[in-house]
C-alpha cells in the first residue's frame, strides 16, 4: 500500500489553472465562488486526480486511471491519496472522502 498527503494550496490551484486552461473562476476568484454557494476558491478535480495518478506510481506504467469526483476541496486541505493494489482512495483530513470508486491499470 502507498499513502501520500498533500496540503492544497491556492499557488498550486493557480498554476494547475495556467497549465490546463482551465481558469473558470470558482478556482481563481474567492468572491466569485462565494458569489455562486462555494465556501470559496477550490480545486480543480482534475488536479486531484493528476495527484492521485502520481501517488500510482511511474507514468510510463500507468496504464489507465479512473475516479469519481466525491467532494469539494478548498485551499488548506490535507488529503491523503491511498493506493491499495488497484484501488485507490482520496480523503481529506475530515476523512471525508473527495475521490472514490478509484482504479488503477499498471504495467508490471
Given at each position: 500500500?502507498k499513502?501520500?498527503s498533500?496540503?492544497?494550496?491556492?499557488?498550486?490551484?493557480?498554476?494547475?489553472?495556467?497549465a490546463?486552461?482551465?481558469?473558470?473562476p470558482?478556482?481563481?476568484?474567492e468572491?466569485f465562488?462565494r458569489?455562486v454557494?462555494?465556501?470559496?476558491?477550490?480545486?480543480h478535480?482534475?488536479?486531484?486526480?493528476?495527484?492521485m495518478?502520481s501517488?500510482?506510481?511511474?507514468?510510463?506504467?500507468?496504464?489507465?486511471?479512473?475516479?469519481?469526483?466525491?467532494?469539494?476541496?478548498?485551499?488548506?486541505?490535507?488529503i491523503t491519496?491511498t493506493?491499495d493494489g488497484g484501488?485507490?482512495?482520496a480523503?481529506n483530513?475530515r476523512?471525508e472522502?473527495?475521490?472514490?470508486?478509484g482504479?488503477?491499470?499498471v504495467?508490471?
Amino acid at each position: 500500500m502507498k499513502e501520500r498527503s498533500v496540503i492544497i494550496t491556492p499557488e498550486q490551484i493557480a498554476a494547475y489553472a495556467e497549465a490546463s486552461g482551465d481558469r473558470n473562476p470558482i478556482h481563481l476568484d474567492e468572491e466569485f465562488a462565494r458569489s455562486v454557494g462555494l465556501p470559496g476558491i477550490i480545486a480543480h478535480g482534475m488536479l486531484l486526480m493528476g495527484l492521485m495518478a502520481s501517488t500510482v506510481g511511474e507514468s510510463r506504467k500507468l496504464r489507465q486511471i479512473s475516479v469519481r469526483f466525491g467532494g469539494i476541496v478548498v485551499p488548506g486541505d490535507t488529503i491523503t491519496f491511498t493506493v491499495d493494489g488497484g484501488e485507490l482512495r482520496a480523503v481529506n483530513q475530515r476523512g471525508e472522502p473527495v475521490l472514490t470508486k478509484g482504479l488503477a491499470v499498471v504495467e508490471p
